[in-house]
Nanobody, 131 residues
Framework: QVQLVESGGGSVQAGGSLRLSCDASTYPYTRYCTAWFREAPGKEREAVAAIDRDGSTRYADSVKGRFTISQDNAKNTLYLQMDSLKPADTAMYYC?????????????????????????WGQGTRVTVSS
């Protein structure tokens, strides 16, 4: 069953902005760590931002200062505000979480942590940035 649903992707010109949303309202567990990943054509999936339940955040160097991750726990929704977009940001963007009662830790550990069967992923939303 679908438990995470991303939305908000689209096509923008370089320098533009988009806000992605991840609806986790049907996810049955408390989320202690949730993250945004992206997968560009021909590249490996990578974590770009993560947030603990208490709001602590982490960012990949490539997006630091341009992307902002946030969440509304009352709405059970995760957001990724993306500003100053670059063509290099073109990718499919996914949100993911798992039921572990653990903080996120380092970004580069999350892809492995969120592997199935315990990790839960949305279907993704496409972002295309043109120059």
């Amino acid at each position: 069953q679908v438990q995470l649903v991303e939305s908000g992707g689209g096509s923008v010109q370089a320098g533009g902005s988009l806000r992605l949303s991840c609806d986790a309202s049907t996810y049955p567990y408390t989320r202690y760590c949730t993250a945004w990943f992206r997968e560009a054509p021909g590249k490996e999936r990578e974590a770009v931002a993560a947030i603990d339940r208490d709001g602590s955040t982490r960012y990949a160097d490539s997006v630091k200062g341009r992307f902002t991750i946030s969440q509304d726990n009352a709405k059970n929704t995760l957001y990724l505000q993306m500003d100053s977009l670059k063509p290099a940001d073109t990718a499919m963007y996914y949100c993911a979480t798992d039921p572990a009662e653990l903080r996120c830790g380092a970004l580069d550990t999350l892809l492995r942590r969120f592997e199935p069967p315990f990790g839960v992923w949305g279907q993704g939303t496409r972002v295309t940035v043109s120059s």
